[in-house]
């Protein structure tokens, strides 16, 4: 079965950087475009990375355009988010998530909660 | 940006009760809008993909419809599992958007 697997949360003060992991499994993860989308607490949810399948494309919104970086590594399954430059606005749990064939984002891990303070 | 409005923001239901959610974007986005439901503490989970399509192993009490700029997600009959919020999110243009969230509490 699809699993997504996220790690690499915690506190980090602002301005510093913090990589997130996304461990794949249950599916050729090298067939898919994948994201990660986050959640501040008690807010709703906002999309922060694209990936496309063959790795060729990658989009981000403005609020983390050259501060946010997305990337994988098919030997190992895994998904990163490299964060930079982290502002307490960046405070939140972060979701990958799998585009599906034609589904949009059909499976989403458990989060990973980053906390952006001094 | 393409701007998702939902409505309401909450609401209050009882068992058993047929609950319709709208989502309008700020342009046409054909039927490239999808629905998600979470649970407090929980990772969204998708429901409907395609406006109307449901996503494998989602309950046929879900259902999606709308085109263009008026979306709609209903529940056929609630049920206790189903309390939740729920977002809507448009994947016709990047950056993909969603709605705010409407909670479904128990009245």
């Known amino acids: 079965q699809v699993q997504l697997v996220e790690s690499g949360g915690g506190v980090v003060q602002p301005g510093r950087s913090q990589r997130l992991s996304c461990a794949a499994s249950?599916?050729?993860?090298?067939?898919?475009?994948m994201h990660w989308v986050r959640q501040a607490p008690g807010k709703g949810l906002e999309w922060v990375a694209f990936?496309?399948?063959?790795?060729?494309?990658?989009s981000y919104p403005d609020s983390v355009k050259g501060r946010f970086t997305i990337f994988r590594d098919i030997s190992k399954n895994a998904l990163y988010l490299q964060m930079n430059s982290l502002r307490p606005e960046d405070t939140a749990v972060y979701y990958c998530?799998?585009?599906?064939?034609?589904?949009?984002?059909?499976?989403w891990g458990q989060g990973t909660l980053v906390t952006v303070s001094s | 940006d393409i701007q998702m409005t939902q409505s309401p923001s909450a609401l209050a239901a009882s068992v058993g009760d047929r609950v319709t959610i709208t989502c309008r974007a700020s342009?046409?986005?054909?039927?490239?809008v999808a629905w998600f439901q979470q649970k407090p503490g929980k990772a969204p989970k998708s429901l409907i993909y395609?406006?109307?399509s449901l996503q494998s192993g989602v309950p046929s009490k879900f259902s999606g419809s709308g085109s263009g700029t008026d979306f709609t997600l209903t529940i056929s009959s609630l049920q206790p599992e189903d309390f939740a919020t729920y977002y809507c999110q448009q994947y016709n243009t990047y950056p993909p958007t969603f709605g705010q969230g409407t909670k479904v509490e128990i009245k």
């Open positions: 249950g599916f050729t993860f090298s067939n898919y475009a």
């Open positions: 395609a406006a109307s």
């Open positions: 990936m496309s399948s063959d790795g060729g494309l990658k």
């Open positions: 998530t799998r585009e599906g064939a034609s589904s949009w984002l059909d499976y």
């Open positions: 342009q046409g986005i054909s039927n490239y």
